[in-house]
């Protein structure tokens, strides 16, 4: 397993611990430990090479879907058309009908693979119900099929930075080991960033190893993001334990303000998503669950039972006393915005690199919607797989010395000290609050206004300025969080910079200057850049009737770029 081939390092990495360096070797590495990296992972091993998985935390039980129960959009091949309608009128004309069709099918054909490898879903008239699954169960299955087919798991050792070769393409990635205390390198022909979306750090459940790193790594090794605008996903939380983000049980619920005045929030019986953020501006929101039949009762109690540990563990029945709810920023995790996907195999724009889940853009999937749920769950299977063997055929295209490739690191901020020797040191930790400070706030990132962006991106651009300092790099969990605050930091400029050019209000992307949705804004939008940000727009070249394109781009895209926050033309 050890690789002792030609490494050419530029800069150290917590220099204090380099000489205890692992030195590893693979086809292809995954970089995640949720659905879409397990998935990746298997795939890939299906092809016959050698896998490496790296996680942050511990692949099975870290991340949003091993939190909880989950939908999975895998509707029977009956009802494909319906709901292939549905999420392309979901996504305003910006989702793509050919990969949701895509995903739709993909998705419905793997699950039966589940039950193969342990897990046992539910039973009607004999028949197996592969609606959703129970997250724990479903991650313990996956993790003991990767051990089966011999993909080599590497917990507690979130990668921090990729690897380039000459040419461009990437070749493998650097890390650290949180209990061995060291660094590691993993040599590989290509790899697959699986490793989520970004949170920002709200405690939301499952959520906090959503910190923005894989779209970091890409930006810095050549890629491009894409749907950045669609980064502001809040969901409803009690407020007394704000971290359980599960929405279904309210929607059998009555909204009050302080004084028990009803607040209504429905609209043609069905709850109205713009209704609590609005009042929450306003004031406290209070809810009860008072809608719920026992039928319902039953069926959430026990498909969302983690949604009702919070009222149990405060003696609360949420059935017939009023509890004060919040709303929790979930970002791009259960929002769109991620790493530009190229082709149909889930390639970027950087030879050998692929993006799966969380991690990847969702605009085919869902435009600027919410994919969150049973969308985001088939997506994390399906680009998963596609990932997984797009980087399994690149990296056998490469040859049996593609581990002997010349390669240097790509990781900038964050990870080494500045030019200057007498830079201060920055704080990682007051990083993180100016950056939670300007994306949090409802009045900031839910109701977005030029004024507004201009002002938080000038807040980001001080943080980013003061992230280009020296990191702390005592500890390897120094090296983490110094990483950590430049990727938060990174993330929160990329998507204020997307929604300041995005003129319009679509979906989940509002724009209190620009209220209406323009059917001339028809485009997605790329973007990067590190200290010089920059916007694309990517027009959609399929018809409006949701045919089914090869390619959703136009040609020549327009490009915008910016050194300061301001406006500037398209």
């Known amino acids: 397993m050890e690789y002792c081939g030609n490494f050419i390092e530029e800069r150290e990495l917590l220099a204090v611990h380099s000489e205890n360096e692992l030195q590893l070797a693979a086809d292809v590495l995954v970089i995640g430990g949720g659905p879409a990296a397990a998935w990746a992972a298997w795939a890939a091993t299906s092809q016959g090479v050698k896998v490496i998985i790296v996680d942050k935390g511990f692949l099975g039980t870290s991340g949003a879907a091993a939190a909880s129960g989950n939908g999975i959009m895998a509707p029977s091949p009956e009802n494909w058309d319906k709901v292939l309608s549905e999420r392309y009128r979901v996504g305003k004309n910006l989702a793509n009908s050919r990969w949701i069709e895509r995903v739709i ?61 000459d040419d461009g393409s990437v070749a493998g990635a650097r890390g650290v080991q949180r209990q061995h205390h060291r660094t590691y390198t993993v040599r590989a022909g290509a790899v697959v960033l699986a490793n989520g979306g970004c949170a920002f750090l709200s405690k939301a459940l499952g959520c906090n190893t959503n910190t923005g790193d894989g779209l970091l790594m890409a930006v810095e090794a050549g890629g491009e993001l894409s749907s950045m605008e669609a980064s502001n996903h809040y969901a409803i939380s009690t407020a007394f334990n704000a971290t359980v983000t599960r929405g279904v049980p309210f929607g059998w619920a009555s909204y009050t303000d302080e004084a028990g005045n009803d607040l209504g929030g429905y609209i043609n019986g069905r709850r109205d998503p713009s209704f609590l953020p609005n009042a929450l501006l306003k004031g406290s ?81 869902a435009g600027l919607a919410s994919g969150g749920g049973g969308p985001n769950a088939a997506w994390a299977i399906s680009t998963g797989q596609w990932a997984g063997v797009g980087a399994a055929t690149f990296a056998k295209s490469l040859g049996a010395q593609a581990n002997e490739r010349v390669a240097r690191p790509a990781g900038q901020v964050g990870l080494r000290s500045s030019p200057s020797p007498t830079s201060e040191t920055f704080d990682s930790e007051a990083i993180v609050h100016g950056v939670q400070a300007e994306m949090f706030p409802l009045e900031k990132n839910y109701l977005r206004s030029e004024q507004g962006l201009l002002d938080s991106l000038a807040k980001l651009e001080t943080l980013w300025q003061q992230v280009q300092g020296n990191p702390k790099q005592d500890t390897v969990r120094d090296v983490e969080f110094s990483r950590r605050a430049a990727a938060l930091t990174a993330v929160a400029r990329w998507a204020y910079f997307s929604a300041l050019h995005r003129t319009e209000t679509r979906s989940e992307h509002i724009r209190v200057d620009y209220p209406e949705t323009d059917p001339n804004q028809r485009y997605y939008q790329a973007t990067g850049g590190l200290d010089k940000l920059w916007v694309r727009r990517d027009w959609i070249t399929d018809a409006m009737s949701g045919d089914k394109p090869q390619s959703v781009y136009a040609t020549p895209p327009v490009q915008t770029t910016q050194t300061t926050p301001s406006v500037s033309k398209l």
């Open 285 to 365: 929101v209070y809810a009860r669950l008072d809608k719920a039949t026992p039928e319902v009762k039953a069926v959430i109690e026990k498909s969302h039972f983690i949604a009702f540990l919070p009222y149990t563990k405060a003696g609360i029945d949420p059935y017939t006393e009023r509890v004060p709810v919040t709303l929790i920023l979930e970002g791009t995790v259960r929002g769109t915005g991620g790493i530009r996907l190229t082709d149909d195999s889930c390639g970027t724009k950087v030879p050998g690199l692929y993006a799966a889940g969380d991690a990847a853009s969702r605009e085919f999937l």
């Open 105 to 165: 099918e993909k998705t419905w054909l793997s699950l039966p693979l589940v039950e193969s490898w342990g897990y046992r879903f539910p039973k009607e008239d004999g028949e197996s119900v592969r609606q959703s699954y129970y997250g724990p169960e479903y991650m313990r299955v996956l993790r003991k099929n990767l051990l089966r087919v011999g993909v080599q798991i590497f917990d507690q050792s979130p990668a921090l930075e990729l690897l380039l070769a």
